[in-house]
C-alpha cells in the first residue's frame, strides 16, 4: 500500500514538473516573439534598431497597450447623386484602425466596412518625447555600431535595403526622423502671406512594406513643418505590409502621436484603392496624397491649401525635389519644370515651354501642369469625390488619369513653386511591384477612356499595348458614363489648349478656318447638333461661328469644329461627317486638297463640288471637271511647320 500511495505521489509530482516546464516554454516564446520595444525619440534622435530577417525590427516601449475590438455602426459614404462611392469595400478588406490617444475623431458613424480598435487603457494619455517645431536638427545624425556583429548585421541590412527597397536603408536608419531640410524656396515665397483661416488638410499615406525610418521620417517631416491649425490629421493606411516592424511596433508607435491615425487592411488593395481607403475615413477640407518616403519642407502645406482656397476645381503639387537613394542628400530643383508625358503614356518632367513662361507673373506664380506626379498631390475633398476620385480598377499611372480627367472635365492642374517636398526616387523597382503587363493594362485603360481617335497613335507607340487590346479590352463603361456625366471635352482638345506640344506630326492641321467655295460664295456650315453621330454638310453665308471651322490634316482627313471628333464621309454620294475611323483600308474619309483648290476624294477620285439650287445647298461628289463649284480655299488659313 505505501508503495502504490509513493508511485501516485510520484506521477502527480512529474505531471505538475512537466507543467511547469510547458508554462515556462511558453513565457520564453512570448518574449522572443514580443520582445519590448525602446522609445526612438528620446531626445529627438533616432536609436539603432536590431533587424532579424524573421522577428524585424525590435524596440522599446515603455509598456504594452491593451485593445478591444468593438464593431461600429455601419454607413454608406456617397460623393453625389449618380456617382459611385469612393470604392467598394466589404467588411473583410479592413482589418483595424489605431487612433491616437490624444487626438480621436468622433465616428460614432463609420464607413461601411470599416472596425476601429480603441485603448481602453486607463493609464494617463501620454505623449512621445518630441522636440517643438522650431528646433528640429539640422544635420544628419549618425552613430558608430558598437561590434562586429552589428556592422555585419549593418551590411547584411544594407544589401537588403536595396532588393526589398531600392534604397540605402542601412544609411536611412542612422539619420534623425526628424532632420530639417536645407532652405531652398525662392526669397518671394518667403514674403507670402496667407490667409489665417485656410481649410485643413488630411494627409494620406499609403504604404507596403516600407523601411521604419524612411516612413516614419515622413510622418514626422509633415508633423513638423504643417502648421497645426491646418493639419487635421495624418493617415496611414497599411496595405497588408509584411514585415515585422510594421506590426505591433508600428501600431504603439504611431498611438503615441498627436493626430497620426493608422488604418490596416487584411487584403492586398493597391496603392490607388489604398488611398481611396484613407480618403473615405479622412475629415479634412483637403486631401493631400503623399508617399511614404518623402520629407518636406518648411512652408509647404500653405500654398497648396491656398491656391485650393481661392478655386476648389482644381488639383495641385509641389515642386517634387530629389533626396538620393544612396546618400539621402536633399537636391533641389533649380530649373522650374512642369509634368509631361509622351504617346506610350510615360510620365516625365519637362522644362516650361515659352508660351507658359509668358503667362507667369512671377516667379512663383503658380505653374500650368498637363499631368503632376503621383508622389505628393492636394486637391479639395468634396471635388475628388465629385470628380469620380482614382479610378479603382487601376494600379499605376493614376497621375496621368486623374489630371487628364480634371483638365477635360473643367478643372486645371497646377504645381506651386513655393511649395517643395522631397522624395526619394529609388535606385531600382521593388520585388512587389506591379509587372509590366499590369502595366501596360492601366496605360491601355486611359487610352481607352479618354484618348479618343488619338488612342490609335498610343497603340502604334507601344507594341505590347496593341498585342493586348487585340486580345482583351478592358471594360471602361463606368468611366466613360463618368465622362458623359461631368459633360468632359474631347482628347483634342486638350492637345490644342493644355498641350500643343503632345500633338502629333501626322495630326497636326496643314489648312485650317472656313471652307469657302469659289463658285457659290457659300462656306460648308454644320448644323446639325454636335454630339449627333453623322449629319449633313450644307452651304450658307460665311460667318465667324465654330459651325465653319474645319482643319485639313497631314492623315489626309478634313475634321470638323473645336473637337474634331468628325471627319468629312460620303454617302450616296453626299458629303456627310461622321466619327473618324482612321481605316488603314478602303478609308471613305481621306481627301487629296490640291494646290488648283480641287478636294479629291482618294477613294472615288471624283471631287467635292458645291451644290446650290432652290431645293438643296449640299455638297456632293461629281467627277472632276474643274468648274468654278469645284474650286475651294480654306480663308484665314495657316500652314503649320511639321516638328
Known sequence: MLLKKRCRYGSRKLQFLLLLLMLGFLLLMVTILN???????????????????????????????????????????????????????????????????????????????????????????????????GSQESQLMSFPLQDAEEADGGEQL???????????????????????????RHPFCLQQDYDPNLPTASVIICFHDEAWSTL??????????????????????????????????LSEYISKLDGVKLIRSNKRLGVIRGRMLGAARATGDVLVFMDSHCECHTGWLEPLLGRLATDRNRIVS?????????????????????????????????????HEEKVRQSAVSPIRSPVVPGGVVAMDRHYFQNIGAYDSDMTLAENLELSMRVWLCGGSVEILPCSRVGHIYRNRIPHTFPNEEAVVRNKIRIAE??????????????????????????????????????????????????????????????????????????????????????????????????NQHFEYNSMKEIRFGSTLQFCFDVRHEKVILQNCTQEAENNQQQWDVQESGMIVHILSGKCLEAVKSDAEKDLSLHVCNKNENQLWRFDHSHVLDER
Not at 524596440?59 to 459614404?77: A, C, I, K, N
Request: proline share 6%; with cysteine.
Open 35 to 133: 520582445p519590448p520595444f525602446q522609445d526612438l525619440n528620446k531626445e529627438g534622435t533616432s536609436q539603432s534598431l536590431k533587424f532579424s530577417p524573421r522577428d524585424g525590427y525590435q524596440l522599446d516601449f515603455p509598456e504594452t497597450q491593451e485593445m478591444l475590438e468593438t464593431q461600429e455602426e455601419s454607413q454608406q459614404y456617397y460623393p453625389m447623386v449618380g456617382l459611385s462611392p469612393f470604392i467598394s469595400l466589404r467588411e473583410d478588406e479592413l482589418l483595424v484602425a489605431v487612433v491616437s490617444p490624444t487626438a480621436r475623431r468622433n465616428h460614432s458613424k463609420a464607413r461601411k466596412g470599416y472596425r476601429m480598435v480603441k485603448q481602453q487603457s486607463k493609464r494617463k494619455e501620454e505623449k512621445t518625447d518630441v522636440k517643438p517645431r
Open 158 to 184: 544594407a544589401i537588403l535595403g536595396l532588393e526589398t527597397h531600392g534604397f540605402n536603408e542601412a544609411l536611412s536608419e542612422r539619420i534623425s526622423l526628424r532632420r530639417e531640410l536645407p532652405e531652398v
Open 216 to 249: 516614419l521620417r515622413t510622418v514626422h517631416s509633415v508633423m513638423d513643418t504643417a502648421p497645426r491649425a491646418s493639419l487635421k490629421e495624418i493617415i496611414l493606411v497599411d496595405d497588408l505590409s509584411q514585415q515585422g516592424h510594421l506590426k505591433s511596433a
Open 318 to 354: 509641389p515642386v517634387i525635389d530629389v533626396i538620393d537613394w544612396k546618400t539621402f542628400q536633399y537636391y533641389h530643383s533649380v530649373d522650374l519644370q512642369r509634368g509631361g508625358f509622351d504617346w506610350k503614356l510615360d510620365f516625365h518632367w519637362e522644362p516650361l515651354p515659352e
Open 449 to 546: 477612356t479618354w484618348l479618343d481617335s488619338f488612342k490609335e497613335i498610343f497603340y502604334k507607340r507601344d507594341t505590347v499595348a496593341f498585342l493586348i487590346s487585340k486580345d482583351e479590352k478592358p471594360d471602361c463603361n463606368e468611366r466613360l458614363q463618368l465622362q458623359k456625366r461631368l459633360g468632359c471635352r474631347k482628347f483634342h482638345w486638350f492637345i490644342s489648349n493644355i498641350y500643343p506640344e503632345l500633338h502629333p506630326s501626322e495630326y497636326k492641321p496643314r489648312f485650317s478656318g472656313k471652307l469657302y467655295n469659289t463658285g457659290v460664295g457659300f462656306c460648308a456650315d454644320y448644323r446639325s447638333a454636335w454630339d449627333a453621330e453623322e449629319g449633313p454638310i450644307e452651304l450658307s453665308p460665311c460667318g465667324d461661328n465654330i
